[in-house]
Every structure is written in C-alpha cells, then in structure tokens.
C-alpha cells in the first residue's frame, strides 16, 4: 500500500509539472495552454516515454492507471461545471435555432460520410456504423478551455458552440441506443430505444425544476451556516449529483450534468466567489490531469500499414466534416461565414463521448483492435488541432466577438 501511494503521488507530480510546462511553452508560442498539455499527454505516454509502464522509479506502474483515470474524469467534470458558471442562461437560450441546427447537422455530415468512407476500407457495415458514431461525437472541453482563454467563451459563437454540443450529445447516444437495438444487442429494440428517449426528457425536466427552484434556496441557506467553504463544497457536491445522474438517470454524459449545474449556479449571487473558489482547485490540479491523461492513453506507433492510410483518410474526414456540418448549420442559423467557420472549428475536438462510444463498441465485439486504434487516433488528432484552429479563427476578434470573462488559466 505504501508503496503504490508513493508511486501515486510521484506520477501526479509529474504530470502536474509536464502539464504546466507544456502550458507554458505553448503561449510562448501564441497558441493555448491546452495544445502544450495536450502534448504533455502524448510525450508522457506510450507513443514516446511510456512512462506508466517503462519507468523504473514505479514499483507497480499498472497500479497508476485508474487512478490517474479517475482523477481525470473530475478534472472534465470539473471544466464543464466552470463553463457553465461562465454563461448566462438566458443568453444561451436565445443562440437555440442555430445551436440545434449546428448540432444536428454536426452529427449527420460526419455519420454519413464516416460509414461511407468505413465501407469503401472494407469494414462490415457493423463495424462502419460504429465508427462513424466515435466520428458523430464532439467533446467541448477542449473548445470551451480555448475559448475561456480567448475570452470570447461568451459570444455569440461561443454560446452556440455549448448549446450544438448539447444536442450533439443527447443525438448521439439516441444514436447509439438505436445502433445497439439494429445489431442485436442489449438494449430491447424499439422499447429499449424509447426508454433511452424518456429517460433523457425526465432527467432534463427533473434538473430543470431543481435547479431554477431548489439549487438557489439551497445554496442561500448553505452560505449562511457556518461552515468552512460550505458554498464551494455546496457546487462541488451538487455538480457531481448532477453528474452521477445524467449518465446513471439520464443516459446522458456526466459532463452534460456539470454543464447544468454550473449554469443554474451562474443565475445566483453567489457565482463569483464560486467560479473563483473551483477554478482555482481545477485548474490548479484536476483539469491539467485530465489534458494529459487524454496523452497517456493512446499509443500513435501502434499504427501502421494499411490501418495507417485508413487511420489518416477517417481523420481527415472526421475534421473536415464537422467544420461542414455544424458550419452550414451557422449559416442555416443566421451567422456569417466567418461566425460560422469559428462554430465548425469549434465543435471538432473529440474526447470522452467518442472514446466511450468506441470502447463500447469494442468490448461488444463491433469493433476490432485496430479499427479501436483507428478510432483512439482520430480523436487524439482531432482534439490536438482543435485549440490552434480556434486561435487561429479567432485573432483578432471584432468587438461583438469580444465576451467579458472572469475567470482564465493562469500557467
């Protein structure tokens, strides 16, 4: 026991330290803190140092790996609960026509070509679906930790960037339960798919009526007593519930219920003293772990011969078509075509949706090894070049693109 704790806290030294470095170096370089541990991640990992399993300073290196997982799921939680103070509800509401179009049309372009071009590999039509699925997914972290350190989270292309991630979410695990139900497995056909729905409307109504009629009075009555950071501790605890139910209630990703949280938070007195007690935890430690982890968990040399050129065709692919599809869904919305490019570029990282509709995939027998490599591989790439192509976009922004923020990473 000793000392695989030894082991333990060496390992997040390390991390915290490349994490922060790398940030470093990245601005250094005019791109965002997030690119520099991102590649933190990847240098610490099999694909250079291989540090969880090679090094010799671990007595039990394997023993590192769930861990270190755990540590990083709060650490996305975590960020999304940060968004979600960052916003205003009422601002995203009214970004809804072009978040659900962007959304949907983020999710339709990249199926559709993901299973064509899956197909033309010579995948079976199974294993193309599921590929084209880990395609359809979009992980916001990424966007939104860029945006925040741009300080144009706020904006008219920021707010609907979080509202098409939203849909994406709930469109692709609705796609994923009527996949399941399509190929024989578990899930109980078309009941199966109709529980999914209704969970998913239940679980938004529920935390809806609680958090715009329990969430204030709580907090209210929690910052009175006398309690050290009872109000920190108070969102803390209320951003995990809502986390734990919307994967285990909802069918929902957990990030989905920080998200909410953070955004009922946000209509409170009591938002800044909060998004400056969690940023300071989050940032500070969980939200470096999990930039890295997202690194430590994919081996790019395990790519190779004719998986590499599929691996590389399907990653393009996966890029191209999300700036396509969630941008027409902009221009359908009412942005211009500048608007609507920084939205596309926005909703292309991938990250725990896509990972989890892979893994899954895998562990039910619909994907092979390598085609799960593939899948790893594109949502590294993807969610690497996410963060300069939004510096990118964005420079210079226009004063309508300019959103006032309170709270940024400091590396």
Not at 179 to 192: M, Y
Not at 362 to 372: E, K, M, R, Y
Not at 383 to 408: C, D, G, I, N
Request: proline letters at 3%; aromatic letters at 8%.
């Amino acid at each position: 026991m000793v000392e695989e704790f030894l082991d333990f806290i060496l390992a997040i030294v390390i991390i915290i330290v490349a994490a922060k470095a790398g940030g470093y170096i990245s601005t250094r370089f005019s791109q965002p803190s997030v690119l520099g541990e991102l590649l933190a991640g990847l240098i610490l990992g099999p694909t250079v140092l291989d540090m969880l399993h090679n090094w010799p300073i671990f007595h039990n290196p394997e023993e590192l790996v769930h861990p270190i997982e755990l540590l990083a799921e709060l650490g996305v939680v975590l960020l999304m609960l940060l968004a979600g103070l960052e916003l205003h509800l009422d601002e995203l509401l009214r970004s809804g026509k072009v978040s659900a179009l962007a959304g949907v049309l983020g999710v339709i372009v990249p199926l559709t070509l993901g299973y064509v071009i899956s197909v033309l590999f010579g995948l079976s039509e199974v294993q193309a679906l599921f590929i084209a699925l880990t395609l359809a997914a979009t992980s916001v972290s990424i966007s939104a930790q860029t945006l925040m350190e741009l300080r144009v989270l706020r904006s008219r292309v920021g707010l609907a960037l979080l509202g098409a991630a939203v849909f994406d979410d709930i469109l692709v695990i609705l796609l994923l339960s009527v996949s399941i139900a399509l190929v024989g497995g578990v899930g109980g056909g078309l009941a199966g798919i109709g529980v999914t729905v209704l969970r998913m409307i239940v679980y938004l109504v529920l935390a809806t009526v609680v958090g715009f009629r329990v969430l204030p009075r709580l907090i209210t009555i929690v910052d009175r007593l006398p309690i050290s950071r009872g109000t920190i501790a108070f969102v803390l605890v209320a951003g995990l519930l809502y986390a734990w139910a919307a994967e285990e209630l909802g069918s929902m990703a957990a990030i989905t219920g920080a998200f909410l949280v953070g955004l009922f938070i946000a209509r409170t007195p009591f938002r800044e003293s909060v998004e400056q007690g969690v940023a300071t935890m989050a940032y500070s430690f969980f939200v470096p772990i999990f930039f890295v982890n997202i690194g430590l968990e994919v081996n790019m040399r395990a790519i190779g011969g004719s998986t590499f050129w599929f691996a590389i065709v399907i990653t393009v692919i996966a890029i191209a078509s999300k700036i396509v599809g969630s941008g027409a869904g902009g221009l359908l919305g009412g942005f211009n075509a500048r608007e609507s490019l920084q939205l596309g570029i926005g909703m292309v990282s991938r990250g725990e949706v896509g990972l989890i509709v892979a893994s899954f995939a895998l562990a039910s027998g619909f994907l092979t090894d390598n085609n799960f490599s593939v899948a790893v591989f594109m949502v590294i790439i993807a969610t690497l070049v996410t963060p300069p192509m939004l510096r990118a976009v964005f420079a210079q922004p226009s004063r309508s693109e300019r959103s006032p923020v309170s709270v940024r990473e400091e590396v």
